[in-house]
C-alpha cells in the first residue's frame, strides 16, 4: 500500500514538473514571438520613408509572418491591423509624392515661360513682371494640388493616429514588443 502511494505521489510530482516546465517553455516562446515581432516591426518603422519600396515590402511581409506567429489571437489581431494601418500610410504618403511629382512637371513650363530651369534657379535677377506671370501660370495649379493633398493629409493623419493607437495596445498587452532592438 505504501508503495502505491508512493508511486502515485511520485507520479503525481513528475506530472506538476512536466507542466511547470511546459508553462515556461510556453511562456519563453510567447516572449520570444513578441520579441521577434517587434524587432521587425522597428524595421517596418524605419522603412516608412516612401522611396524604399521594396525595403519596406519586405519589411511588412516579414513583419505579418512575426504577427502570425504570435502566441495569442488578440495580439496577432492588434500586430495584423498595426500592419494594415502602416500599409495604408505608406500607401498615402506614396500618393502624395505622385501629386507633388505631377504638380512639379505641371509648373515646368511655367518656369520656362520666365526663362528659368526651374525653382532651383536664383530669382535675384528676375523682374518683378516676370514673377508676377509665374506666380500667375502657378497659382491655380497650386490650387488644384492642395484640392487634391487636403484629403490625404486629413487621411495620413488619421492613419498615423489609428497605427499610434493600435501600437500603444498592442504594447499595453506585450510589453516585451517595445523593448525589442532589430537584428
Given at each position: 500500500?505504501?508503495?502505491?502511494v508512493?508511486l502515485a505521489?511520485?507520479?503525481?510530482?513528475?506530472?506538476a514538473v512536466?507542466s511547470?516546465?511546459f508553462?515556461i517553455?510556453k511562456?519563453y516562446?510567447?516572449l520570444?514571438a513578441?520579441?521577434?515581432?517587434g524587432a521587425?516591426?522597428?524595421?517596418?518603422q524605419?522603412?516608412?520613408r516612401p522611396f524604399?519600396?521594396l525595403r519596406?515590402?519586405?519589411?511588412?511581409?516579414?513583419?505579418?509572418r512575426g504577427?502570425?506567429g504570435?502566441?495569442t489571437a488578440?495580439k496577432?489581431?492588434?500586430?495584423?491591423?498595426w500592419l494594415?494601418?502602416?500599409?495604408e500610410l505608406r500607401?498615402?504618403?506614396?500618393?502624395?509624392?505622385?501629386?507633388?511629382v505631377q504638380?512639379?512637371?505641371?509648373?515646368?513650363?511655367?518656369w520656362?515661360?520666365i526663362?528659368l530651369?526651374g525653382?532651383?534657379?536664383?530669382?535675384?535677377?528676375?523682374s518683378p513682371q516676370?514673377?508676377v506671370?509665374?506666380l500667375?501660370?502657378q497659382?491655380p495649379?497650386?490650387k488644384?494640388?492642395?484640392?487634391?493633398t487636403?484629403?490625404l493629409?486629413t487621411k495620413?493623419?488619421?492613419?498615423?493616429?489609428d497605427?499610434?493607437?493600435?501600437?500603444?495596445?498592442l504594447?499595453?498587452i506585450?510589453?516585451?514588443i517595445?523593448?525589442?532592438?532589430?537584428?
Amino acid at each position: 500500500m505504501k508503495r502505491r502511494v508512493l508511486l502515485a505521489t511520485l507520479i503525481v510530482l513528475a506530472l506538476a514538473v512536466i507542466s511547470a516546465a511546459f508553462a515556461i517553455y510556453k511562456h519563453y516562446l510567447s516572449l520570444r514571438a513578441d520579441r521577434e515581432f517587434g524587432a521587425l516591426a522597428q524595421i517596418v518603422q524605419q522603412n516608412m520613408r516612401p522611396f524604399s519600396s521594396l525595403r519596406a515590402q519586405i519589411a511588412i511581409d516579414d513583419a505579418e509572418r512575426g504577427a502570425l506567429g504570435l502566441r495569442t489571437a488578440r495580439k496577432r489581431e492588434l500586430a495584423l491591423r498595426w500592419l494594415e494601418a502602416q500599409r495604408e500610410l505608406r500607401s498615402t504618403l506614396l500618393e502624395w509624392i505622385d501629386a507633388d511629382v505631377q504638380r512639379k512637371s505641371a509648373e515646368r513650363p511655367c518656369w520656362e515661360q520666365i526663362g528659368l530651369p526651374g525653382p532651383e534657379a536664383d530669382l535675384k535677377n528676375v523682374s518683378p513682371q516676370a514673377l508676377v506671370n509665374l506666380l500667375n501660370c502657378q497659382d491655380p495649379i497650386r490650387k488644384q494640388y492642395e484640392r487634391e493633398t487636403r484629403p490625404l493629409a486629413t487621411k495620413a493623419k488619421r492613419l498615423q493616429a489609428d497605427a499610434t493607437s493600435l501600437w500603444v495596445r498592442l504594447v499595453a498587452i506585450a510589453p516585451e514588443i517595445a523593448r525589442s532592438q532589430p537584428d
